[in-house]
């Protein structure tokens, strides 16, 4: 949640807007200034409870603008969202200039609230990492999440930082595949409140497997239910930490979840080569684009494919798009590599897939001993530079 702060003279208009971001759930009310004392008096309170926003009323300009003069200069990181029934354009200018990011027109709602932290928040801090992959099921038990944790492994094996983050609360599978279900994971690091983490309470809310770090969901310890918000801000924790995010997501893309998918380089639909799983990619590549994911941004990989199943262009037809990749059905192997608590054998047509599908995404080089059976339909290169 983001700490947000209210400055305004009005008691009422103070109870009033800090019932409303409760409400959101994006929020944790942290301070209210009502009445407003000396502006240096307002940025010493602030300063210890440290908001991520302040909504500030604009009712009196000449007192709010000094606090907000304040605010820029003593808390540079805090954004700042003004408020009062109008303006005309000459005082928009004014405010801008003060600092102010964005502006609510009174009476305003919970929703007019997140709309307006939302644009204004990722509008000063943008989340810029330019590797982030995210993998989407079809429909559940489809192996999405094996697939990304064997590209994860495959990336993190070619020396490069990697962070697994599980988000289906409800029923991530990734914990007890790797009999990691006492690690604290997901659920523990967004109880922070927004507050970053040391490197050793990060290293306590993270599991290491295999070369990588995994932020798991844990179905056993599932916690309150994420909001944009604490995604948003784990992001910001993350994005300088590692050289790449994979991010294992529920079929369903909510507008937490979304906060993955906008800033992802690719996302990776996983499907299966049957029907009512193909129908359901479509389903999500529609729902993706709702997300305005361009549909450059959005790949099709076919897991447990077969010979003699649908063919790729049938399918085609069906996702309204092109087949990225296709993955073998090497059932046994990963089974029991579940049963083992293990990555599938680097020997198996599975994981050989997996890293040819993991250096195709990242251009990473070839290894001498990758040669599987069943490999990318299309040597499409890498996908989108980083900066995509």
């Known amino acids: 949640m983001l700490r947000l702060a209210v400055v305004t003279p009005n008691p009422v208009a103070a109870d009033a807007i800090e019932m409303l971001t409760m409400e959101s759930g994006a929020f944790q009310p942290c301070y209210k200034v009502t009445p407003v004392p000396h502006p240096k008096e307002v940025i010493r309170s602030l300063t210890v409870q440290n908001p991520a926003i302040v909504l500030l009323d604009l009712g009196d300009w000449i007192e709010a603008a000094g606090i907000a003069r304040e605010i820029h200069h003593n808390l540079p990181r805090t954004v700042i969202i003004g408020f009062r029934p109008r303006w005309d354009r000459t005082e928009q200018l004014a405010f801008e ?99 970053f983490l040391s490197p050793l309470e990060w290293r ?23 909001s944009w918000s604490d995604y948003y801000q784990l992001l910001l924790f993350v ?59 959005v790949k099709i990989v076919i897991n447990r494919w077969e010979r003699g199943q649908l063919k790729v262009e049938v399918i085609e037809k069906a996702v309204d798009g092109k087949v990225f990749a296709t993955l073998p059905n090497d059932y046994k192997e990963v089974r029991n590599a579940i049963l083992d608590t293990r990555l599938a054998s680097p020997s198996s047509s599975f994981s050989k897939a997996c890293e040819v599908l993991a250096r195709n995404i990242c251009g990473l080089p070839e290894s001498p001993h990758s040669h599987p059976k069943f490999t990318l339909l299309r040597q499409l290169g890498t996908i989108g530079a980083p900066g995509r």
Do not use: W
């Open 97 to 195: 200039d003060a600092g102010i990011l964005d502006l609510l027109a009174e009476p305003f709602s919970p929703g007019d609230i997140e709309a307006a932290a939302y644009e204004a928040i990722h509008r000063r801090y943008p989340i810029s990492h330019q590797n982030i992959l995210a993998f989407v099921p079809a429909k559940a038990g489809g192996g999405c999440s094996t697939v990304a944790l064997h590209v994860a492994a495959a990336i993190a094996a070619a020396n490069h930082k990697v962070l697994l983050v599980e988000c289906d609360q409800r029923s991530g599978p990734l914990s007890i595949m790797l009999n990691l279900e006492q690690n604290k994971g997901l659920p523990e690091a967004l109880q922070h409140q927004g507050e």
């Open 239 to 297: 994005q300088k930490q590692y050289d790449y995010i994979v991010v294992d997501l529920p079929e369903v893309i909510n507008q937490a979840t979304a906060e993955f998918v906008r800033n992802a380089r690719a996302v990776f639909v996983v499907c299966q080569p049957e029907l009512p799983s193909v129908r359901l990619a479509k389903l999500r590549r529609v729902e993706l684009q709702t997300c305005e994911i361009p549909s450059d941004n």
């Open 204 to 226: 306590q809310v993270t599991a290491q497997f295999k070369g990588m770090d995994l932020l798991l969901s844990n179905p056993t310890r599932r916690g309150r239910l994420p």
